[in-house]
């Protein structure tokens, strides 16, 4: 699955995106399928 990382403090220039596995949902947890999301530097 595709996921944006934050490996350290700083700006829009720290953010990397990857392909990672897919996490095992826990019991009593849920996976939630993002379809878009935005960032706001503020």
Partial sequence: M????VSKAGGPEVLEAREIAKPQVKTG??????????????
């Fill in 2 to 5: 595709k996921a944006v990382v």
């Fill in 29 to 42: 947890w849920c996976l939630v399928n993002i379809k878009g999301f935005g960032i706001d530097n503020m």
